[in-house]
């Protein structure tokens, strides 16, 4: 079956960085959307960042210029590199995997979903 595994979470001081990982495994997504979602106590779901199964990379306004998605086909793994972290970035970051090609912000559109990792920024 398909699993998506998440890492790298923790705990980081205003204007660290963290990198998440999200292993992919039960079936190749290589040529498939990919993405991260985050969830605050209290909110809902957000958009966080995605790339398509061509490249193209779509990111939440809040994040831009301080995060970077990014993926390994060869391992089936993506990536979120986060830089100036701030508190309140503070969620559980989930990935998650679409059976199409085209990126989206919606969470509803993807199929296949992460545990999620605790990502805690202190001020």
């Known amino acids: 079956q398909v699993q998506l595994v998440e890492s790298g979470g923790g705990l980081v001081q205003t204007g660290g960085s963290l990198r998440l990982s999200c292993a992919a495994s039960g079936r190749t997504f290589s040529g498939n959307a990919m993405g991260w979602f985050r969830q605050a106590p209290g909110k809902e779901r957000e958009f966080v960042a995605a790339i398509s199964g061509t490249g193209r990379i779509d990111y939440a306004d809040s994040v831009k210029g301080r995060f970077t998605i990014s993926r390994d086909n060869a391992k089936n793994t993506v990536y979120l590199q986060m830089n100036s972290l701030k508190p309140e970035d503070t969620a559980v970051y989930y990935c998650?995997?679409?059976?199409?090609?085209?990126?989206?912000?919606?969470?509803?559109?993807?199929?296949?979903w992460g545990q999620g990792t605790q990502v805690t920024v202190s001020s």
């Open positions: 998650a995997a679409r059976n199409a090609i085209a990126v989206f912000t919606t969470s509803g559109r993807y199929d296949y």
